[in-house]
């Protein structure tokens, strides 16, 4: 069962416009959400995170948005430039009890491709 | 700058053979782990641990083990390598296990092929 779902394998986007990558979650628990951006045969770079208790959070280009009633989060990239092709997770964790009753790991989204065009 | 390394690139290795897989970090983090990832199927934990020679189960431990007997280094185990253990495998380290504090920093990744 897919606790983190990204549905959209991949986003074509011309440069300059905006790019918006989508993320739901299914477990209540979950309170801290990351973005990370990952290039082929690189490690995840962490991108921008959000605490629950907020739903905005901004770092230059990047903002992510989060709709806890509706359990959806979206990382906006403006303006979009061709450095950000790359292959974006979403990832969620739960920090009080973990989702694993302990200590615990982030629950990753399968990802979702990102191509700019020039 | 800190950094999480993964000792091996690439590996191939045979079916059946026991493979190690090692990771170090030089950032004082007390939590590490250990994901497969995997073309369709995203980012998977197979194991983790908060504290020298503890270990925790992940979502796909079977056919894994672990170890870690000093707080910067941390070993996946794979005791009979399989085909279906082919994959990029990626170890991570935390301030907190809950991603808060700047996150997880992944290492760059180990390219398996099991043949």
């Known amino acids: 069962d897919q606790q983190v779902k990204q549905n959209s394998p991949s986003l074509s986007v011309q440069e300059g416009r905006i790019s918006i990558l989508n993320c739901d979650y299914t477990n209540s628990m979950f309170d801290y959400f990351l973005w990370y951006k990952k290039y082929p045969a690189e490690g995840p770079t962490f991108l921008i995170s959000i605490s629950s208790i907020k739903d905005k959070n901004e770092d230059g280009r990047f903002t992510v948005f989060l709709n806890k009633s509706a359990k959806h989060l979206s990382l906006h990239i403006v303006p979009s430039q061709p450095g950000d092709s790359a292959v974006y997770f979403c990832a969620a964790s739960a920090s009080l009890i973990g989702v694993r009753g302990g200590a615990d790991g982030l629950t990753f989204g399968k990802g979702t491709h990102l191509i700019i065009q020039p | 700058d800190v950094k999480v390394t993964q000792s091996s690139r690439y590996l191939v290795k045979r079916t059946g053979e026991k493979v190690f897989l090692e990771c170090v970090q030089d950032?004082?983090?007390?939590?590490m782990f250990w994901y497969r990832q995997d073309p369709g199927l995203g980012l998977r934990l197979i194991y983790f641990?908060?504290?020298?020679?503890?270990?925790e189960k992940g979502d796909i431990p079977e056919g894994y083990s672990v170890s870690r007997e000093k707080k910067e280094r941390f070993s996946l185990i794979l005791e009979s390598a399989s085909t279906n253990q082919t994959s990029m495998y990626l170890c991570?380290?935390?301030?907190?296990?809950?991603?808060?504090?700047?996150?997880?920093?992944f290492g760059s990744g180990t390219r398996l092929t099991v043949v």
């Open positions: 641990s908060y504290d020298v020679k503890m270990k």
């Open positions: 950032m004082d983090h007390e939590n």
């Open positions: 991570a380290s935390s301030i907190r296990p809950d991603g808060s504090n700047y996150g997880y920093t």
